[in-house]
């Protein structure tokens, strides 16, 4: 494996066959040595670059996560939360490949496992508590109120019963359409409660 800079090494572990060890193995039977070995650095290297395991399948999140607390800090006067994350989702959407193996292989992962589930929910979780900042700045509530968290954990619970990968063990991923209607399913049921604590 080449030796670039702590991102490049980063990335390449995270595309060095770790899933398709996870997929053959099972996620908890494969250990760090595994991991290790198959992206050739040492164990002590790979801690460098990510905590845990869990992580090596979640690889893509922080860059997805601080692109979309970019896009929220960033949006136009009157563009409301739930805009720019439908937004952000269609853009993600056009530039995603949904029938890359690589993802498949992800989500049949995360069928498998536990800790992985646990993991996605814990990684959510901190989605979750940005869109409830973003909601916040769109009432001009103060930190600590009671709605904007209320209405983000309302976002996770309608989002999950529409995930695109709601099916993890299909082998046919829904085309873009699809998940794009899906999401935006979820995403008017949100709006229309939204709407409706404004009129308050």
Same mark, same amino acid.
């Given at each position: 494996?080449?030796?670039g800079?702590?991102?490049?090494i ?10 398709? /060890?996870? %997929? +053959? *193995? ?5 250990? =760090?040595?595994?991991?290790? @070995? $198959?992206? &050739?650095i040492?164990? !002590? ?23 979309l607390?970019?896009r ?9 939360a739930?805009?720019a994350?439908?937004?952000?989702i ?5 530039r995603?490949? /949904?029938? %890359? +193996? *690589? ?5 049949? =992962?995360?069928?498998?496992? @536990? $800790?992985? &589930?646990?993991?996605? !929910? ?9 869109l ?22 309302a ?8 995930r ?6 299909s ?6 359409? +699809? ?5 935006d399913?979820?995403?008017?049921f ?11």
């Open positions: 494996m080449s030796r800079g702590g991102g490049q980063a990335e390449e572990v995270s595309h060095a066959g770790e899933l398709r /060890l996870f %997929d +053959e *193995r099972g996620f908890e039977q494969t250990t =760090i040595a595994d991991i290790a @070995e $198959a992206a &050739d040492a164990p !002590r290297t790979f801690f460098g670059y990510f905590p845990s395991k869990e992580d090596v399948v979640f690889a893509d999140f922080p860059a997805e996560f601080d692109a607390a970019e929220l800090r960033g949006r136009d006067e009157g563009e409301s739930i805009d994350l439908r937004a952000f269609a853009e993600a959407l056009e995603a490949d /949904l029938t %890359d +193996e *690589r993802e498949l292989c992800r989500k049949r =992962i995360m069928k498998e496992s @536990e $800790a992985l &589930d646990a993991h996605r !929910r814990a990684l959510m979780g901190r989605m979750e508590d940005m409830a900042e973003a909601v916040a700045r769109d009432f001009g509530d103060r930190p600590g109120d009671l709605r904007p968290p209320m209405i983000a954990s976002r996770r619970r309608r989002t999950r019963l529409a695109p990968d709601r099916d993890l063990g082998s046919v991923p829904p085309t873009r359409e +699809e998940a794009l209607a899906m999401i399913q979820a995403l008017t949100l709006q229309g409660g939204l709407a409706a604590l404004q009129r308050k």
